[in-house]
């Protein structure tokens, strides 16, 4: 008869040599360990409609949380860019905007800046989450049925900045502030 222990240490060893066949199984494993940072995204033809760095952004609309239609292209025409950022009303979405906040955008008050919120589903519910979260002073724009999201393939925090031409110049995750600062001191 086996024991109760006997059949717990089995199991953990088949757990155990299970997760060992399947990460020796991923190629290149050690890669994914120190990624170099280099964008490995394919090159796009300049004057392309897209969502790449580089690509012209597709115009699309939203409603802010005041319930008015903002277009990106009606954005670009009075600032120097536009500046999404994607955002879930999370602790990392926050300590992204705070910093963003307090440390980006004060140094580029001619960009246009605004939180997209793809999670609440209503201007209502956006509107209770950015006051409810200390953000009533900044633009947030209510991505209802995540269009917006879609169509940029973003994640939680991924970060847009389309030039006032509508050039893409950055589509990637925030991480901290700089690479943002580099890109928006870019912009003509």
């Given at each position: 008869m086996f024991s109760v222990k006997l059949i717990w240490r089995f199991i953990l060893m088949a757990?155990?040599?299970?997760?060992?066949?399947?990460?020796?199984?991923?190629?290149?494993l050690t890669d994914d360990l120190t990624p170099s940072g280099d964008d490995e995204r394919p090159a796009v033809d300049a004057g392309t409609i897209g969502i790449q760095v580089g690509q012209q952004s597709p115009d699309f609309s939203m409603l802010d949380t005041l319930g008015n239609s903002r277009g990106l292209y009606d954005e670009l025409s009075r600032a120097r860019g536009v500046v999404?950022?994607?955002?879930?009303w999370?602790?990392?979405?926050?300590?992204?905007?705070?910093h963003m906040r307090a440390q980006v955008m004060p140094d580029f008050p001619d960009v246009s800046f605004f939180l997209v919120d793809y999670v609440t589903g209503s201007v209502a519910n956006s509107r209770a989450a950015q006051l409810s979260n200390g953000?009533?002073?900044?633009?947030?724009?209510?991505?209802?049925?995540?269009?917006?999201?879609?169509?940029?393939?973003?994640?939680?925090?991924?970060?847009?900045?389309?030039?006032?031409a509508g050039i893409v110049m950055m589509n990637e995750d925030y991480k901290d502030g700089v690479k943002l600062a580099e890109v928006l001191s870019t912009l003509p």
């Amino acid at each position: 008869m086996f024991s109760v222990k006997l059949i717990w240490r089995f199991i953990l060893m088949a757990v155990l040599l299970t997760s060992l066949l399947t990460v020796a199984g991923c190629e290149g494993l050690t890669d994914d360990l120190t990624p170099s940072g280099d964008d490995e995204r394919p090159a796009v033809d300049a004057g392309t409609i897209g969502i790449q760095v580089g690509q012209q952004s597709p115009d699309f609309s939203m409603l802010d949380t005041l319930g008015n239609s903002r277009g990106l292209y009606d954005e670009l025409s009075r600032a120097r860019g536009v500046v999404l950022y994607f955002n879930m009303w999370c602790p990392i979405c926050d300590a992204h905007a705070s910093h963003m906040r307090a440390q980006v955008m004060p140094d580029f008050p001619d960009v246009s800046f605004f939180l997209v919120d793809y999670v609440t589903g209503s201007v209502a519910n956006s509107r209770a989450a950015q006051l409810s979260n200390g953000y009533a002073g900044m633009e947030v724009l209510v991505d209802a049925d995540q269009f917006v999201f879609n169509l940029y393939e973003a994640s939680m925090g991924t970060t847009i900045v389309i030039d006032s031409a509508g050039i893409v110049m950055m589509n990637e995750d925030y991480k901290d502030g700089v690479k943002l600062a580099e890109v928006l001191s870019t912009l003509p």
